[in-house]
């Protein structure tokens, strides 16, 4: 990309980030140097692809933003809602395609250099996309397919009219809006339009080779419109895919904790883990016979008022759980008892946290896109990370 287009597209972007308050300070810088990974790309496609996916995210994440916000909690105790997103949840979906661009790029300038080299200084190749060639345009074009299903997919979904269900439940029982793996008609159709987008994008700047470039330096063989066609529906279907996976790996790999009281679940701040009470409990036994060190603890470690109840003892030598009145004690008690947790799991184990799942999936989704175009086009996998031609 020419640095007249690259240089304020990248400044306008951030700022755009920067004034709708849509990342934090790190999830700028990081915002800002994935731009710039992308524009070093001889092509345009890439940079578009990210600024596509980074409008169409935003966007998404405003759609009756004040309605989700209170559809679930935050582990602080607050309404839920997505906040800036942190230089974690960008590199989750964007690392993969640019490590995929830069590597591209370097192929591109691989070969413009070796045709210089036997050729002379005045070779002029073409560098189109070829039928049967560059794959790592296919991994990155899935990448952003399968990210902006999957951000649709999540912003859109939650808003459905009918309950989520669980895609990993043999019965596919129902669950609280906002639960991992949780799915909906809405949503797989929001997912559906994501990588629809993102598709249509790439086909409006992708360098096809045509019969006109074929008999040029770096040209390759020319796409008939059926091909177009086929490249079209396999990476929309992919990036659809792509959504899919990430409820299954969500419902799988990442816990979802609901709060009991409100019946939501409880969001971690920028796609981290929620703790329950057991979770306390395990790494710090000690809290079990010190009240005041559990009620301190929980204050410290900002779980909110619902881990202050769960430090509740009715042995306690102290008031530390000032919610409701006890008559016996003269103390106030939690609402539901004694040690009783007030966040229980409601699916998934506790392996991965959100930004784990997008960063797997994205990946998963690229390289596979990847080894399809490879059989498909007959073509060794190994072609992709070629030096020179």
């Not at 080779?209 to 992919?238: H, I, K, M, N, Y």
């Amino acid at each position: 990309m020419t640095p007249i287009i690259a240089i304020p597209a990248t400044v306008l972007l951030v700022y755009r980030a920067y004034s709708k308050k849509s990342l934090t300070p790190g999830g700028l810088l990081a915002a800002a140097l994935t731009a710039i990974a992308h524009a070093i790309h001889p092509w345009n496609l890439p940079f578009v692809l990210l600024v596509v996916f980074f409008l169409a995210g935003t966007r998404a994440t405003h759609v009756k933003e004040n309605v989700k916000a209170g559809l679930t909690l935050r582990a602080s105790g607050s309404s839920g809602g997505e906040g800036p997103r942190n230089h974690v949840q960008v590199l989750a979906n964007s690392l993969m395609a640019s490590i995929l661009t830069l590597l591209h790029a370097y192929q591109l300038r691989s070969r413009q250099n070796a045709l210089v080299a036997s050729a002379g200084d005045d070779a002029a190749g073409s560098f189109c996309f070829a039928w049967g060639g560059d794959l790592l345009v296919v991994g990155i074009i899935a990448n952003y397919a399968c990210v902006a299903a999957d951000t649709l997919s999540s912003e859109l979904g939650i808003l459905a009219k009918g309950q989520p269900r669980l895609i990993t439940s043999l019965t596919f029982r129902k669950v609280p809006r906002g639960t991992n793996g949780g799915v909906t008609l809405t949503g797989l159709a929001a997912g559906l339009l994501g990588s629809i987008v993102i598709v249509t994008t790439s086909m409006l700047f992708l360098p096809f080779c045509t019969d006109e470039t074929a008999g040029a330096l770096g040209g390759g063989a020319p796409w008939s419109g059926e091909q177009q066609r086929a490249l079209v529906l396999g990476l929309t279907t992919w990036g659809f895919l792509g959504s899919v996976l990430d409820s299954v790996l969500g419902g799988l790999f990442q816990r979802s904790v609901k709060d009991v009281r409100s019946g939501k679940i409880v969001e971690g701040e920028g796609g981290l883990r929620v703790l329950v009470s057991e979770d306390a409990k395990t790494r710090h036994p000690e809290r079990r016979s010190d009240p005041g060190a559990r009620f301190r603890a929980a204050v410290f470690d900002g779980e909110g008022e619902a881990a202050v109840e769960d430090t509740y003892s009715p042995s306690a030598e102290v008031d530390v759980n000032p919610f409701r009145y006890d008559s016996r004690t003269r103390r106030r008690r939690p609402s539901f008892g004694d040690e009783r947790p007030t966040r229980v799991a409601e699916s998934g184990r506790d392996l991965l946290d959100n930004n784990d799942v997008n960063f797997l999936m994205a990946v998963t989704m690229s390289v596979g896109a990847m080894a399809v175009a490879a059989w498909y086009w007959q073509v060794p996998l190994s072609s992709a990370f070629p030096v020179s031609v």
